[in-house]
């Protein structure tokens, strides 16, 4: 396939046959560096993954590298901050891993994609001067990613790390994965302003066909949840469990208020299960009624939980939690908390994944301030790229990582971020490192 920017390189094309990623000894990769921090952030990543990967397996296998643009290197090669080509690319390749890119949030009509400064006119940065990244605003990037590939899980594992600072005294139990549904509820973009035609048009149609006023002030937002979206997201978790011999998943909802879409998702989760999966999982309900509440040998408990009380019991008893299914708005504000409990988002993985493509991401932002200063923590992109290799059959390669994270926490080798709360726990023996220093202190501790 042809591209005019993307150069595929040499190396192994991965395919998608028989439901299974088929991937050889040099399987090609997209990367996408990102936007501010991204461009420190992602070549540590790479040259930790490159390093994993040839340890793991005595040079015998590598990844092929594949550059493709998006955000500023975007707007710079193509014109444009979402270049059409950069979604064929990744769909062509199957798997590919990014930094964070910039995101409007204010209603001006221009963003700087250097420095993220919104201003009312294109042309130079009224804050950084520069005059080749100034663009009109836009959805978000990663959103249009998810969107645009039918990327309609957000999987977020959650895992606690020891020797990082933590809120919570149960910090240690937590270790869960959470499955977020990408591409309806609110991400469905269904907004409408208050006073437009299609707010008004909503408005008179509810009065007219239940009875019930929306002040006409109004603005309006649609939330749809479908069978055929629900489905589909909560067969990945359960696959995820059964694949990976985890105890339970749990259908998050706020179905006591909303019954027909948050009730529905839960409602749907069963039977999908029951379905799809009636040999290997156990409802709550059977669990109790039926089995005097001794779970049957092999088997993998199916539960569900109103979302606001989740939130709670995360906090309190997070060892009850292995795999966790929630709709997009509800997942969304699950993910950020939960990785909170582990001391934040630093060290937080999360891809985006259809059956066949995956894209995996740094969870955080862009901070530009600390471009080019190989300042900040890698982490998130580093255990992402640890969570690709486990997609890719890669354990050894992600073990290595794993354990190289870890042993440079438990050790002390940690970024400005880290340190700070570490030595603001009194401990002494914390050595301050850049972000390139992670990686390395990551790559002389695998094993």
């Not at 977020?180 to 509810?206: H, P």
């Not at 109004?218 to 749809?224: D, Y």
């Not at 939130?311 to 060892?319: M, S, V």
Request: glycine share 10%.
């Amino acid at each position: 396939m042809e591209f005019k920017e993307v150069k595929i390189p040499a190396g192994d094309l991965i395919t998608y046959e028989n439901g299974k990623l088929v991937i050889g000894d040099n399987p090609i990769i997209g990367v996408l560096r990102g936007d501010g921090i991204g461009l420190d952030i992602t070549p540590v990543m790479q040259t930790v993954v490159d390093a994993a990967v040839g340890k793991a397996y005595d040079g015998k296998r590598a990844i092929a590298w594949c550059p493709i643009y998006s955000g500023l290197e975007g707007l710079q090669r193509y014109g444009s901050e979402f270049p059409e080509e950069s979604v064929e690319a990744i769909r062509y390749l199957k798997i590919a891993i990014k930094g964070p890119f910039t995101t409007p949030i204010g209603e001006e009509t221009h963003v700087c994609l250097h420095c993220a400064h919104q201003q009312y006119h294109g042309g130079k940065c009224d804050k950084c001067g520069k005059d080749d990244g100034v663009c009109e605003r836009f959805r978000s990037i990663n959103v249009r990613f998810r969107q645009h590939l039918d990327l309609f899980a957000c999987v977020r594992p959650v895992k606690y790390f020891k020797g990082v600072p933590s809120p919570n005294k149960y910090a240690d139990k937590v270790d869960f994965v959470i499955f977020r549904e990408n591409t309806e509820d609110v991400y469905a973009g269904y907004d409408f302003e208050r006073g437009s035609d299609t707010a008004k048009a909503i408005i008179e149609l509810i009065k007219e066909k239940t009875g019930r006023e929306i002040r006409p002030d109004s603005g309006i937002g649609v939330k749809p949840i479908s069978e055929f979206g629900t489905k589909r997201l909560v067969r990945k978790a359960l696959e995820w469990a059964k694949n990976n011999n985890l105890p339970s998943v749990t259908l998050v909802h706020k179905g006591n208020i909303m019954k027909f879409t948050e009730g529905s998702f839960a409602k749907w989760g069963y039977e999908l299960a029951a379905e799809d999966f009636g040999d290997t999982f156990v409802t709550e309900k059977a669990l109790w009624d039926e089995m005097d509440g001794k779970m049957p040998a092999g088997k993998i408990l199916i539960k569900d939980r109103i979302a606001d009380s989740i939130f709670q019991q995360i906090q309190t008893r997070p060892g009850e939690y292995s795999v966790l299914a929630l709709p997009n708005l509800n997942g969304d504000y699950m993910s950020d908390a939960a990785i909170a409990l582990v001391g934040g988002l630093g060290l937080g993985p999360g891809a985006n994944m259809s059956d066949e493509v995956a894209l995996f991401e740094a969870t955080h932002g862009t901070a530009p301030k600390y471009t080019g200063m190989d300042k900040v923590n890698p982490g998130s992109i580093i255990l992402s790229a640890e969570m690709m290799l486990r997609h890719m059959g890669w354990t050894e390669a992600a073990d290595m990582i794993l354990h190289g994270v870890e042993k440079a926490i438990t050790d002390g080798h940690v970024t400005y971020d880290l340190a700070r709360l570490m030595k603001g726990e009194g401990r002494e023996d914390v050595t301050e490192v850049s972000c390139s220093g992670f990686g390395q202190a990551i790559i002389d501790r695998m094993s």
